[in-house]
């Protein structure tokens, strides 16, 4: 199966001024696939969002190389063929919200690049309903909540049909009933078979993905599912990362009563091992 993105030692700096960059990636290489549910995870400043931001060409590396379907991120006549492919949501909705009302705000990029009326329609329509928010079409953004605005979001990059959407701390700004929404919405966009991406510094969520890449220094430090990452408790904890409540909780139990699973990352699971203890009356 061919990569949807390939990153090929990838390095970037920031500049600071003439004489004076910080290095960000440090030969950075991996490869997403159709149909997987990334996390990126690391600590203030390891350099994840900056990760990110090379995924879809608004970054381009100083050395090394991204692709988007074959396409190098540093040609700049195929950077819309690698937009199209590549979504992204931030961490501000409000930084992506443009009009006044929700469809217009939905049609926005649709009409930028020449969609028909009845097609158009057809996209919005879809988009809004996979979010939940059809019934706010006519609602103008400013007056929905957080996680509404988010959703309105992801809407518009949806209605583009893109093969992957990167999520950049994207429920970082939400109360917990917000992060639900968005949680939610990303989750079923995975179901369908869309390509998900999400940067993200709260555990519970990187264990919704199906595998973890873990950013310290900019550089690849970890990679493989949550059940495995999350083992690591040690390992992550001098990176300054910590491991799903559940999984704390668990072992908590576990150092009690020693037949309870210590390897829970959700909390159906947690409930659903707590059910069975309590059928056994251990608990």
Known sequence: MEPIIRLDSVSFSYKINEKTS???????????????????????????????????GILTPENGEVWVHG???????KKRDIRKAVGMVFQHPDNQIVATIV??????GLENIGVPRDEMKRRIDEALNIVKMSEFRHR???????????????AGVLA?????????????????FGRKE???VMRKMNEVGMTIITVTHRMSEAAEASRIIVVEDGKIVM???PRDIFKHKQELAELQLDVPSVSQMAEIIHGQYPDFSKELIHDDELIEEVKKFTGEEVI
């Open 140 to 154: 103008p953004p400013h007056h929905l909540s957080g996680g509404q605005k988010q959703r309105v979001a992801i």
């Open 22 to 56: 910080v290095s960000v990636l440090k030969d950075v290489s991996f490869s997403i696939f159709p149909g997987e549910y990334v996390a990126i995870i690391g600590h203030n400043g390891s350099g994840k969002s900056t990760l990110s931001k090379h995924l879809n």
């Open 223 to 225: 990679d493989g599912a």
């Open 160 to 176: 583009m049909q893109p093969d992957c959407i990167v999520f950049d701390e994207s429920t970082s700004m939400l109360d917990s």
């Open 71 to 77: 396409h190098n991120t540093k040609d700049s006549k």
């Open 182 to 184: 968005v949680l939610q």
């Open 103 to 108: 469809e217009e705000d939905v049609a926005f």
